[in-house]
């Protein structure tokens, strides 16, 4: 059994996520690969009411990025694509690159361990390693055009870190799809039973990313495409969030190029 620490466990929130909007009726991901790849955890998490509310919005997160990485994808027939703490998100398999695309998942031991261990035949190359790590990025060919997606993992990072992934990930030319969140947004999640639970919390926000970041070509509100994607209740609160002070950018998806 693979022991997860830290932020480590909230790749199986997010996969259980997928996996319940995969059954929904109308789904704003529909991760096929999800509920298959959840059976086989061992001690696949309870959603609860709390956790089971974000849904939408991780959905719709995942969402926005898998077109954005297509969208990319569909001008470079020869890339690099670096999935930056890419847990068990099934990506490559949802979006399936073309042969000249070499993609590389990337994560901390213990979760290239699991992953492993759950997909029947690895669909990417998968890389083990510390993403703030300069080093890391040297097992990563370096002259073709590079996507590098970072998907609920910037926040877990002190200013540091982020600075780090920003130096060292990002070669001449590349492109960074990320999505962080606002400075109030890193407290609030403190509050968030689950996170207290698992010992994990945010560090850093969009003020930081900001800081040492290269050009921003493309910020879209999480907010706004789950209220766009959902509909009764959920549309109606989300929206009403929204209209809140700091609201609508309270998690965001931000697109940089060096």
Known sequence: MVELRHEQRTMLWT???HAHDAAAERPILGDRYAADLLA??????????????????????????????????????????????????SRVLRLDPGPGVQWFDVDQEPVIDLRRRLYASEPS????????????????????????????????????GVAAVVDHALTPGSTLVADTVAPWVTWVAGLQPAMRAADAGFRSSSVDLARVAPHLVDELSLVDATATRTSGLTSTAVRVFALLPGG????VLQTYER
């Open 15 to 17: 996969l259980a996520m």
């Open 40 to 89: 086989r955890v061992e001690d696949p998490p309870d959603l609860g009411v709390s956790l089971g509310g974000n849904t939408p919005l991780i959905c719709a997160r995942a969402k926005l990025i898998d077109d954005a990485a297509r969208t990319w994808l569909a001008r470079h027939d020869e890339a690099v694509v670096l999935h930056l703490g890419c847990g068990l998100d």
């Open 125 to 160: 190359t998968t890389v083990a390693g510390d993403v703030t790590d300069p080093s890391l990025y040297d097992r990563f060919p370096a002259e073709l055009p590079r996507l590098v997606i970072a998907e609920g993992l910037l926040m877990y990072l002190d200013p540091a």
């Open 248 to 251: 609508r950018d309270a998690m």
